[in-house]
Each structure stands twice: as structure tokens, then as C-alpha cells.
């Protein structure tokens, strides 16, 4: 393995998807006001879908060409948490999501800030804990979710009840959150205790 992957393609996927959270907030911001248009909804579609895909490839490639780096270990669960979290910000503040559907959003917000915090103070006692496949199944959800609201209004135009689709993934996103949420924090916690 090279002694720097730093500028291997895997983490340039990697910086890729965090390039897109400004490029993506960008096209909700093209008409000057939150309120975006249909095209900058599906731009801001394609950005975010392009974004997900490298997340599985990132991943993939880095295992497969030994391009593994503790850079890119570092980066992808953060792109990933960047990503989504300012997707849902742009949805509840343009109202996509809005009234009890924001709680799906703050589930998975809070999930993410307190699974990281629990990741950081466990790395400090040399403490790792792996990713379980259903984490990455959450992952998945909740790109296909938020994917979907980002079409929103654009997206009903041509496939009825788009965003209502879109709602609903996003609270099965939030219940798959908690039950990850819960397990990551049961794993850590005898840590914590001891």
C-alpha cells in the first residue's frame, strides 16, 4: 500500500461528494430566494444523486485496489453526514418537508451528531466500532429518501405523489436511524461504563 493515498481516486470521490453540498445548496439558491425552480430541483437532483453513487464506490475501489487510507476512513462517514444533512436543512426551510415530518429529519440529525460523538470518544480509549451492514442499508435509505424529496414539487409534476413517496422513506430512513442509533450506543456503552 502507498505510503499516500491522500489523492487516490477512492478519496477523490470522497472530497467530490463534499464538493456537492455547496453545489447542490447553490441550486436552491439560483432564483435569488429559497424557492427554487423546477430546474434547480433536478440539478440539484443530479448533483446529489451523482454524489451518492461515489459514496458506494469510493468504498468499493479503495478495498479492491488496497487504496484503503486512514484519510478516507476519516472523510467518508463525514461526506456522507454533510450530504444529507444539509439536503434536509434546504427541505425544511422550502417547506418540501414541514410539521411532523421535520421529527423524521431531527431523528436522523441527532442520530448522526450523537453517533459521532460517541466515535470520537470511543476512537480516544482505542475503542472501534465497525459499521454494521444495517448502517450502511440506513445510509441507502436515506439517500434514496431525500433523493426523492429534492425532485419534490419538480418530481409530481411528472410521477403523482412524489413527495409524499419521498415523506414516507424518509420516516422508514427515521426509524432504521434510531433502531442504528440505539445499537451503536448499546455496542458503546459498556465502553463508556468501564
Not at 133 to 157: E, H, N, R, S, Y
Not at 162 to 167: K, L, P, S, V, Y
Request: charged share 15%.
Amino acid at each position: 500500500m502507498p505510503k499516500n493515498n491522500a489523492y487516490s481516486l477512492p478519496n477523490l470521490l470522497t472530497y467530490g461528494r463534499i464538493l456537492a453540498v455547496p453545489l447542490v445548496v447553490l441550486c436552491f439558491f439560483l432564483e435569488g430566494s429559497l424557492q427554487s425552480s423546477d430546474a434547480a430541483r433536478w440539478g440539484a437532483l443530479v448533483i446529489f444523486a451523482i454524489a451518492s453513487i461515489t459514496d458506494f464506490f469510493d468504498g468499493y475501489l479503495a478495498r479492491i485496489w488496497k487504496q484503503t487510507s486512514t484519510i478516507g476512513r476519516m472523510l467518508d462517514p463525514i461526506a456522507d453526514k454533510l450530504l444529507v444533512s444539509a439536503c434536509l436543512l434546504l427541505l425544511a426551510a422550502d417547506g418540501t418537508i414541514a410539521g411532523w415530518t421535520l421529527w423524521a429529519a431531527i431523528i436522523i440529525l441527532c442520530r448522526e451528531i450523537l453517533v459521532s460523538g460517541l466515535r470520537e470518544y470511543l476512537a480516544e480509549l482505542k475503542v472501534s466500532v465497525p459499521v454494521s451492514q444495517l448502517a450502511k442499508w440506513k445510509t441507502t435509505i436515506q439517500m434514496f429518501a431525500v433523493a426523492i424529496l429534492l425532485a419534490g414539487p419538480a418530481g409530481d409534476k411528472i410521477v403523482p405523489h412524489t413527495t409524499q413517496f419521498g415523506i414516507a422513506l424518509l420516516w422508514v430512513a427515521a426509524l432504521v436511524t434510531l433502531y442504528t442509533g440505539w445499537d451503536y450506543f448499546r455496542a458503546g456503552l459498556k465502553h463508556v461504563v468501564d
